[in-house]
């Protein structure tokens, strides 16, 4: 779902190549000035490495089944449920069968989640990626079929508190249920079914 009277056109386009007979087109979403080597970096502003000044709220203007992959890290949670589905609806389109797209987000129990203020709520959770699979929503929550069209089978895992990674499993499993800023970052890997 994309809002209306929202949306900002963006400042600067450059076009890139969305034909799969050149080199494989991999977006890197929000790149910031930190663009993954190797991807075609899209973000708000035009910061160094930037190829692409795009409000990515807007429908997206690459074509159907054209990217063989997508980046996106610390970027997710600056959107609210609303444009989230927006983003990963789009993913979903843009991406080739079997295309895969890579999503790193503060976990919703680090205290970096809440720090930023252009952070938006709720903050990312597990339990968002369950959503993003059609035959789970279906069973489980069919309502959210109106927000979201995707179908993603997700693996995912998380970063560790840099004071958990010489514990044993025992402890760390402990601490994760337990203690909040034991998981830093949620790390997502979306596979278009």
């Known amino acids: 779902?994309?809002?209306?009277?929202?949306?900002?056109q963006p400042t600067s386009v450059?076009?890139?190549n969305a034909s799969s007979e050149k080199a494989p087109l991999k977006l890197d979403l929000g790149c910031g000035k930190n663009k993954k080597e190797?991807?075609?970096?899209?973000?708000?502003?035009?910061?160094?490495?930037?190829?692409?000044?795009f409000d990515l709220t807007n429908p997206w203007p690459w074509e159907d089944e054209s990217v063989d992959e997508i980046h996106c890290s610390h970027?997710?949670?600056?959107?609210d449920s609303v444009d989230r589905a927006h983003i990963v609806n789009e993913a979903y389109r843009v991406l080739k069968p079997g295309g895969k797209m890579t999503l790193i987000a503060p976990h919703c129990f680090s205290e970096r989640?809440?720090?930023?203020?252009?952070?938006?709520?709720?903050?990312?959770?597990s339990f968002w990626f369950f959503y993003l699979n059609k035959e789970w929503r279906d069973r489980e929550a069919p309502h959210t079929n109106k927000f979201y069209k995707c179908n993603?089978?997700?693996?995912?895992?998380?970063?560790?508190?840099?004071g958990l990674e010489a514990r044993n499993q025992e402890a760390?499993?402990?601490?994760?249920?337990?203690?909040?800023?034991?998981?830093?970052?949620i790390h997502a890997t979306m596979t278009k079914v």
């Open 1 to 8: 779902m994309v809002r209306k009277g929202k949306k900002r």
């Open 113 to 125: 989640a809440y720090g930023d203020p252009s952070h938006k709520w709720p903050p990312v959770s």
């Open 75 to 79: 970027f997710i949670e600056h959107f």
């Open 172 to 185: 760390q499993s402990f601490a994760v249920t337990w203690y909040v800023n034991s998981i830093m970052d």
């Open 152 to 162: 993603f089978r997700v693996t995912w895992g998380y970063s560790l508190n840099p």
């Open 14 to 16: 450059t076009q890139c």
């Open 38 to 53: 190797g991807f075609f970096g899209v973000d708000v502003e035009k910061f160094p490495g930037v190829d692409m000044v």
